[in-house]
């Protein structure tokens, strides 16, 4: 249903990203963004997804600026690889890899028409959350289980647009106490935890749990449905 087209940051830096147009005119408009594993299957099938569901989506590739071509699967010695790339990324001279996802944003918004959300995964999900906070042209904000958005740094920052967050009872890299004080920190956001592990979104992954999935899936698009196609 997708293909990759090359988008182009205000600094002139020029990225792939997945596009997957919806068969119809576009309800709205979603970009995806990557969890250290690159546009893989998994982003692709999201992204691909959510164009059957009526929205224009663009993943773009947000480890370029350190490597491309990067499509990773989830073994051991990916992950390695997967983190030590998203460190490099995250070591990158502000505003580092901010300006690629306002490219896609903008990109989304012209091409569809319409409003633009943004859902994100892992390390994604941290770089929604950012982008509610600081990034323009979008309307609502969804990060999976977000690596680090908990923290107080990532927390002390104020969303502009509606965020729905969801994470996992059972996730190691997300402490749920930390989860607890973010949504106390941030009321106007809606958190859901589920009794599920890091990464439970993913059918690729040992981590899969296809209730917490179906429950984030269904609370996802009816969120999008309401702040972009409403």
Same mark, same amino acid.
């Given at each position: 249903?997708?293909?990759?087209?090359?988008?182009?940051?205000?600094?002139?830096?020029?990225?792939?990203?997945?596009?997957?147009?919806?068969?119809? &005119?576009?309800?709205? =408009?979603? %970009?995806?963004?990557?969890?250290?594993? !690159? *546009?893989?299957?998994? +982003?692709? /099938?999201?992204? $691909?997804?959510?164009?059957?569901?009526?929205?224009?989506?663009?993943?773009?590739?947000?480890?370029?600026?350190?490597?491309?071509?990067?499509?990773?699967?989830?073994?051991?010695?990916?992950?390695?690889?997967? &983190?030590?790339?998203? =460190?490099? %990324?995250?070591?990158?001279?502000?505003? !580092? *890899?901010?300006?690629? +996802?306002? /490219?896609?944003? $903008?990109?989304?918004?012209?091409?569809?028409?319409?409003?633009?959300?943004?859902?994100?995964?892992?390390?994604?999900?941290?770089?929604?959350?950012?982008?509610?906070?600081?990034?323009?042209?979008?309307?609502? &904000?969804?990060?999976?289980?977000?690596?680090?958005?908990?923290?107080?740094?990532?927390?002390?920052?104020?969303?502009?647009?509606?965020?729905?967050?969801?994470?996992?009872?059972?996730?190691?890299?997300?402490?749920?106490?930390?989860?607890?004080?973010?949504?106390?920190?941030?009321?106007?956001?809606?958190?859901?935890?589920?009794?599920?592990?890091?990464?439970?979104?993913?059918?690729?992954?040992?981590?899969?749990?296809?209730?917490?999935?179906?429950?984030?899936?269904?609370?996802?698009?009816?969120?999008?449905?309401?702040?972009?196609?409403?």
């Amino acid at each position: 249903m997708g293909q990759f087209v090359d988008l182009k940051s205000a600094d002139g830096f020029v990225f792939p990203a997945w596009v997957a147009e919806p068969d119809t &005119a576009p309800r709205g =408009a979603i %970009v995806v963004l990557q969890e250290i594993f !690159g *546009v893989n299957l998994h +982003i692709r /099938a999201v992204a $691909d997804r959510l164009a059957a569901r009526g929205y224009l989506a663009v993943a773009p590739a947000t480890f370029h600026r350190v490597q491309q071509g990067v499509d990773l699967g989830y073994t051991t010695e990916d992950v390695s690889a997967g &983190a030590a790339l998203k =460190a490099a %990324v995250e070591g990158l001279a502000a505003p !580092g *890899v901010l300006p690629d +996802i306002q /490219a896609a944003i $903008d990109y989304a918004g012209q091409r569809s028409g319409r409003k633009v959300g943004v859902v994100g995964f892992c390390w994604g999900g941290l770089l929604t959350w950012r982008a509610a906070c600081l990034l323009q042209g979008l309307s609502a &904000a969804v990060p999976y289980y977000g690596g680090g958005m908990t923290s107080e740094a990532e927390a002390g920052r104020t969303p502009q647009v509606p965020v729905l967050a969801h994470f996992g009872q059972r996730d190691k890299h997300i402490p749920v106490d930390g989860v607890q004080a973010f949504a106390r920190a941030h009321p106007e956001v809606e958190v859901h935890i589920y009794e599920a592990d890091h990464g439970f979104n993913c059918d690729q992954r040992g981590s899969y749990d296809e209730a917490a999935a179906l429950a984030a899936r269904d609370r996802t698009l009816a969120f999008f449905d309401k702040h972009l196609a409403g």
